[in-house]
T-cell receptor
Framework: AQKVTQAQTEISVVEKEDVTLDCVYE???????LFWYKQPPSGELVFLIR??????QNEISGRYSWNFQKSTSSFNFTITASQVVDSAVYFC?????????????FGKGTKLSVKP | SQTIHQWPATLVQPVGSPLSLECTVE??????LYWYRQAAGRGLQLLFY??????ISSEVPQNLSASRPQDRQFILSSKKLLLSDSGFYLC??????????FGPGTRLTVT
C-alpha cells in the first residue's frame, strides 16, 4: 500500500526566512508521480509541481525548490526568503503510473505561517 | 484553457435534508473526475472518482452518492444528510498527465 507522511504539522517562520517542508513516501512500485499542492486560506488547492519517479533532478522555480531523493523516499519542498503570501497548508501527494486511476494519496499537510 | 466550476460555494442544510453539489469542467474532454471531502482537520478524503460517463467508483462507504451524467459534469448527492457530512467538498479533474486540478470548493454545514 502507498503512504505519504508529512511529519511537520505546523511551521511558523518570520518573513525572509528559508523553510523546508518534508515529505516521505512509501510505495513498492517503481513507477509513480509525486506532487505538491498549496491550499491558501481561500480553500482551493493549487497544483505546484509534479515529479515522476524516473527524474531525480531537483527543480527550482523562483523562490520554490524541490529535492527528490529516491534513496530516502523523500520529496522535500523549500521556500527561500519566505513571504506572508506563502502562508498556507501544503500537501504532498503520490500516485502510481499503473492501476491507480490517477488517485492521489495525500499526506496530512503542513500548515505554514509566515509572520511579517 | 481548462476551468473547473463548483456550486454552490457555501451551503447550510438541516440534518435529514437532501444534498446536491455540482461540478463542471470546461476545456477538456474525457477527464477523470474526483470528489474529495476535507473535514475540520486538514486531511483530504477521496470520496468518489469517475473515469467516464456513468462510471463511478466509491472509496468510502457512506450515505453519499455520485453521478456523472455528462462527460464534464460530476454530481455529489445525498438523500439524508448527517451532521458528520459537514465539511469542505472539493471536485477535481485530471488528464493524461495525472496532476489533478481542483475547483473552488463548497463549504457544507449540516445543522
Amino acid at each position: 500500500a502507498q503512504k505519504v507522511t508529512q511529519a511537520q504539522t505546523e511551521i511558523s517562520v518570520v518573513e525572509k526566512e528559508d523553510v523546508t517542508l518534508d515529505c516521505v513516501y512509501e510505495t513498492r512500485d517503481t513507477t509513480y508521480y509525486l506532487f505538491w499542492y498549496k491550499q491558501p486560506p481561500s480553500g482551493e488547492l493549487v497544483f505546484l509541481i509534479r515529479r515522476n519517479s524516473f527524474d531525480e533532478q531537483n527543480e527550482i522555480s523562483g523562490r520554490y525548490s524541490w529535492n527528490f531523493q529516491k534513496s530516502t523516499s523523500s520529496f522535500n519542498f523549500t521556500i527561500t526568503a519566505s513571504q506572508v503570501v506563502d502562508s498556507a497548508v501544503y500537501f504532498c501527494a503520490l500516485t502510481l503510473f499503473l492501476g491507480s486511476q490517477g488517485n492521489l494519496i495525500f499526506g496530512k499537510g503542513t500548515k505554514l505561517s509566515v509572520k511579517p | 484553457s481548462q476551468t473547473i466550476h463548483q456550486w454552490p460555494a457555501t451551503l447550510v442544510q438541516p440534518v435529514g435534508s437532501p444534498l446536491s453539489l455540482e461540478c463542471t469542467v470546461e476545456g477538456t474532454s474525457n477527464p477523470n473526475l474526483y470528489w474529495y471531502r476535507q473535514a475540520a482537520g486538514r486531511g483530504l478524503q477521496l470520496l468518489f472518482y469517475s473515469v467516464g460517463i456513468g462510471q463511478i467508483s466509491s472509496e468510502v462507504p457512506q450515505n453519499l452518492s455520485a453521478s456523472r451524467p455528462q462527460d464534464r459534469q460530476f454530481i455529489l448527492s445525498s438523500k439524508k444528510l448527517l451532521l458528520s457530512d459537514s465539511g469542505f467538498y472539493l471536485c477535481a479533474w485530471a488528464g493524461l498527465t495525472y496532476e489533478q486540478y481542483f475547483g473552488p470548493g463548497t463549504r457544507l454545514t449540516v445543522t
